[in-house]
């Protein structure tokens, strides 16, 4: 298994564009979070999916930030427009429910850098 | 969930087992502790996780108190590649709840040569 692949991995943009990062996870799990890491805020979670639903989306910063999952095996967090501020790493993560307490561990992509000037 | 204390950071000499303290004393009967790691420019890795037994898997051991207040992770024979942040984190595990993971600052380990 690939694991959970994320592109593109590096994003330089400018200050007002839109910005789509993009996510994989791994084939059958049915749990999907967006996570945000700074230095000043640490691992923040933006927002996660169950089946492709939305189900808690109360760490997305503001309207700015949207996400969205059309199937089972993609996912995208777009941003628009973008700021500064924005500038982080953004990890996406998956996991398969299984019996309460046992596994349900995430596993996170590589992360992508997004750099906004 | 409860919240969960850790030191900033620690050292250990390479070969050596490297002992990692978290305090949980909030914690409730039903909330398992997780172990994650990150090394570093990578995403965080799971490595283990208990309710009040023991565990062990291949990567560590998961010492957790009997009052379960505080756990232990222990890495038993530290390699440089262990070099890490390693998160300590207090979670309800319930199925079909999805959870999220309240990361918190961590532990910064570097195992020397």
């Known amino acids: 298994d690939a694991g959970v692949i994320q592109s593109p991995r590096h994003e330089v943009t400018e200050m007002g564009q839109e910005v789509t990062l993009r996510c994989k996870p791994i084939s059958g799990h049915d749990y999907l979070f967006w996570y945000r890491q700074t230095m000043m805020r640490g691992l923040e979670l933006l927002i996660y999916f169950n089946n492709n639903v939305p189900i808690d989306d109360s760490g997305m910063p503001e309207d700015r930030f949207s996400a969205k999952m059309p199937n089972a095996s993609f996912s995208t967090l777009k941003i628009q427009p973008s700021e500064p501020r924005d500038s982080a790493v953004y990890f996406c993560?998956?996991?398969?429910?299984?019996?309460?307490?046992?596994?349900?561990?995430?596993?996170f992509g590589p992360g992508t850098r997004l750099t906004v000037l | 969930d409860a919240k969960t204390t850790q030191p900033t950071s620690m050292d250990c000499a390479e070969g050596r087992a490297a002992n990692l303290p978290c305090n949980h004393s909030t914690i409730s009967g039903n909330e398992y502790v997780y172990w994650y790691r990150q090394i570093h420019s990578q995403g965080p890795q799971y490595i283990i996780h208990g309710l009040k037994n023991n565990e062990t898997n291949e990567m560590a051991s998961l010492i957790i108190t009997e009052d379960r207040k505080s756990s232990t992770l222990i890495l038993p024979h530290a390699t440089l590649r262990d070099t890490a942040v390693y998160y300590c984190i207090v979670r309800v595990a319930i199925v079909n709840s999805g959870y999220a993971l309240n990361f918190g600052k961590g532990t910064s380990l570097l195992v020397t040569p």
């Open positions: 993560a998956s996991s398969l429910t299984r019996i309460a307490g046992v596994g349900n561990e995430q596993f």
